[in-house]
């Protein structure tokens, strides 16, 4: 259950946080929120999607782990993060911005850390802060990721409702089977429409351009190329230990 509370230098004085690529291996999950200012790294390393909301019915961007929660290629056999890069979602984890009213009554942006999270406690792990009361300098890598997402949130979301108004969105099922003969099947994604992108015209192509949303679009495509990477990690991993 998520406890989260505002990060304070007297009552979190004690307070630690354990290794990232543990904290991480106990989520296990397949996707992770991505932002569009980080689309040149995570392409190299992630098929870059767009999921659905059950909720809410939004379309967000996000990063594709691996095809199974079994086989996430991010960790090693120690469970280990190893991939160069951490998307920030991941990366700032267990902390979050909270907004909080001043005495005028503005909200102004504060660090939160979900103190119920496996990997938060007293024993083991980097202290938060310093013996002064300021942040260490794991706090503050987690604060610029945060920054980070912030900044780029907003900007996340207009891109994403310019596919959707452009109607470049297309449903994607990646289906497959390994050396070992078990079944892959990942669903309920999305990608860009590579048929609807060609036929778009000059003005609607230098727009896009203008906006920066055109280079985005294609690292979403070329970092599909991804997918059989993975395939390919898994097999590995099964002759390997067969």
Known sequence: MKDYQLLDPKRHSQIRVQNQGKLLELDRGLLAPAFIAEFRSLACEYPIVLVKDTETGQFLCAVLLGLSTHHLSCFDEDG??????????????????????????????????????PMVGEKSGDHVFESDGTLTSMAEAKLTALRSINDSASRTAQFVERLIELELLT??????????GNEIVVDDIYGIDE???GLL???????????????????????LGRISGFMRQINQKHTASS
């Not at 991939?83 to 009554?105: C, H, M, T, V």
């Open 80 to 117: 280990e993060w190893r991939d160069a890069y951490l998307p920030w979602s991941l990366k700032r984890q267990p902390f979050l911005i909270a907004n909080r009213a001043d005495e005028n009554g503005d909200l102004v942006p504060m660090l939160s850390i979900d103190a119920g999270h």
């Open 195 to 197: 048929e609807a992108l």
């Open 171 to 180: 449903g994607l099922k990646v289906q497959g089977q390994t050396d070992s």
């Open 201 to 223: 015209s000059d003005s609607i192509l230098v727009e896009l351009h203008r906006t920066r949303y055109l280079e985005p679009i294609y690292l979403m495509v070329a970092s």
